[in-house]
Nanobody, 119 residues
Framework: RVQLVESGGGSVQAGGSLTLTCVAS?????VGWFRQAPGKGSEAVAL????????LYAPSVKGRFTASQGNARNESYLQMNNLNLEDTAMYYC???????????????WGQGTQVTVSS
């Protein structure tokens, strides 16, 4: 079973940038990014198909966040620009099958990495 590990979270001021990394223990085909703020439900953020490079973004982050892949299909990134207070959340990467940005299609979750945006 594949394992996913996120990293790169931290604290950043509003308007700043942060890049999250998701490393899988083996090659996977599709990575989704989700986030959950305290007291709120999960929100689908972005998707990248690691074979085709196809990406998909939630309207709330489109134009600010960019999902990408590394040299191998076990590594992916979420570049987050122009962060705002509403982006504060625990961010999770997940292996998706099929490659659709819905929580019901998550096979494996990463442990999460905290992103805190301050004013």
């Amino acid at each position: 079973r594949v394992q996913l590990v996120e990293s790169g979270g931290g604290s950043v001021q509003a308007g700043g940038s942060l890049t999250l990394t998701c490393v899988a223990s083996k090659s996977i085909d599709c990575v989704g990014w989700f986030r959950q703020a305290p007291g709120k439900g999960s929100e689908a953020v972005a998707l990248i198909a690691l074979i085709s490079g196809r990406t998909l973004y939630a309207p709330s982050v489109k134009g600010r966040f960019t999902a990408s892949q590394g040299n191998a299909r076990n590594e992916s990134y979420l570049q987050m620009n122009n962060l705002n207070l509403e982006d504060t959340a625990m961010y999770y990467c997940a292996a998706l099958s099929p490659c659709l940005l819905k929580i019901e299609y998550v096979d494996i979750w990463g442990q999460g990495t905290q992103v805190t945006v301050s004013s």
